[in-house]
């Protein structure tokens, strides 16, 4: 039996509600992808722009806030990208393969995801708002 990878070619597959698209396995995704950012790229306070509001990207945006990062909701501009691609495939830019094999490692792992606290927390960013 072959492992099947969570990210193939940047996109995560599924079906609402059923793994891996379930609404906690999203969050943790987004907590992951933070994470990563801030402990391999050294990103003080990551952003992510969400391209599109679905369920799908929604989740992994509160679980980046959840990490400690900011959204960017329907502009680009983010450290990482989020779009829905059809009804099954939610694709992740800005990472190369084998950093998406790392984020699976810190998913998988044994390991709890440490989550903000407080002010730390991130926000929700829109186009009328400033930076």
């Known amino acids: 039996m072959q492992w099947k990878r969570l990210f193939e070619n940047g996109c995560i597959s599924g079906r609402l509600g059923v793994y891996p698209f ?6 943790r995704v987004g907590v992951a992808l933070c994470i990563y950012l801030k402990l391999e790229k ?6 992510l722009s969400v391209l ?3 369920f799908l990207t929604l ?3 509160v679980g980046f806030m959840a990490g400690g990062g900011d959204v960017l909701l329907g502009f680009e501009g983010g450290d990482l990208s989020i ?3 059809g009804e099954e495939n939610l694709r992740v830019e800005g990472l190369e393969e ?3 094999r790392l984020i699976e ?3 998988f792992g044994r390991h709890s995801l440490p989550r903000a606290e407080g ?3 991130g926000r929700i960013w829109t186009r009328e708002e400033r930076l």
């Open 22 to 27: 379930t609404a906690e396995n999203l969050f």
């Open 98 to 100: 084998h950093e998406l």
């Open 83 to 85: 779009s829905r691609e």
């Open 42 to 47: 050294g990103l003080e306070r990551p952003k």
């Open 52 to 54: 599109g509001t679905h």
């Open 59 to 61: 989740s992994v945006a």
């Open 105 to 107: 490692s810190l998913l």
């Open 119 to 121: 002010e730390e927390v």
